[in-house]
């Protein structure tokens, strides 16, 4: 059973600083990587997805790593702002559709 | 971008009743959608993939009879917590895939069940 964790809980941090958010799972055998963002009571969007057979992808401040041997991946957000204030979650998906999702980790980015 | 709604978005309700949540994809049609539930500061569990004319799949430990799915269109999946228990309180959210997409589910906003 795929179990996925995300290292740390909750990160808070001054605006302009730079986030690493990090994302484990146990079972190599992925599909791809998703990563979300999810604001307090709300639903999710997806922010990077990543194949497995890509290493990396980028969109504006967002920058997402994947390396599947080692079961690994890490979200990186430059220059925060506290409109990135928000739980970051991570889902791996297997060959069928069915998602596998992290806990997520909270982020606060103080003004 | 595809959108998918839910509705209620929030629901109070007495122990022992039903209730019913929509999920709607907005501007596509939806062969398969995903039911998800999430308990305060843990992660989305998936409780059951629907399927359009067809019984739901039901993942394990997921009480069938107490969760009931109907994917009677392609745009509408419906939710029904009978019986529903202060224990069945949580945050559900609801996701639809594109027709012959492989990755993409577009997720709905969710829906907070309280049941006093």
């Known amino acids: 059973k795929q179990e996925v964790t995300q290292i740390p809980a909750a990160l808070s941090v001054p605006e302009g600083e730079n986030l690493v958010l990090n994302c484990s799972f146990t079972?190599?055998?992925?599909?791809?990587l998703q990563w979300f963002r999810q604001d307090p009571g709300k639903g999710l969007t997806s922010l990077l997805l990543?194949?497995?057979?890509?290493r990396e992808q980028t969109s504006g401040r967002l920058n997402a790593s994947l390396d599947k041997s080692s079961g690994r991946s890490t979200l990186y957000i430059a220059a925060s702002q506290p409109g990135d204030s928000a739980t970051y979650l991570c889902a791996v998906r297997p060959s069928d559709y069915k998602l596998s999702f992290g806990a997520g980790t909270t982020v606060t980015v103080r003004a | 971008g595809a959108v998918v709604s839910q509705h209620p978005s929030r629901v109070i309700c007495k122990s022992g009743t039903s209730v019913k949540i929509e999920c709607r994809s907005l501007d596509f049609q939806a062969t398969t959608m995903f039911w998800y539930r999430q308990f305060p500061k843990q992660s989305l569990m998936l409780m059951a993939t629907?399927?359009?004319?067809?019984?739901?799949?039901?993942e394990q430990g997921v009480e069938k009879d107490k969760f009931l799915i109907n994917h009677a269109s392609l745009t509408l999946s419906t939710l029904t917590v009978t019986s529903a228990h202060p224990e069945d309180s949580s945050f559900y959210i609801c996701?639809?895939?594109?027709?012959?997409?492989?990755?993409?589910?577009?997720f709905g906003p969710g829906t907070r069940l309280t049941v006093l």
């Open positions: 079972d190599s055998a992925i599909y791809n």
């Open positions: 990543i194949q497995s057979s890509q």
């Open positions: 629907s399927n359009e004319g067809s019984k739901a799949t039901y």
């Open positions: 996701s639809a895939k594109l027709p012959f997409s492989t990755d993409t589910q577009y």
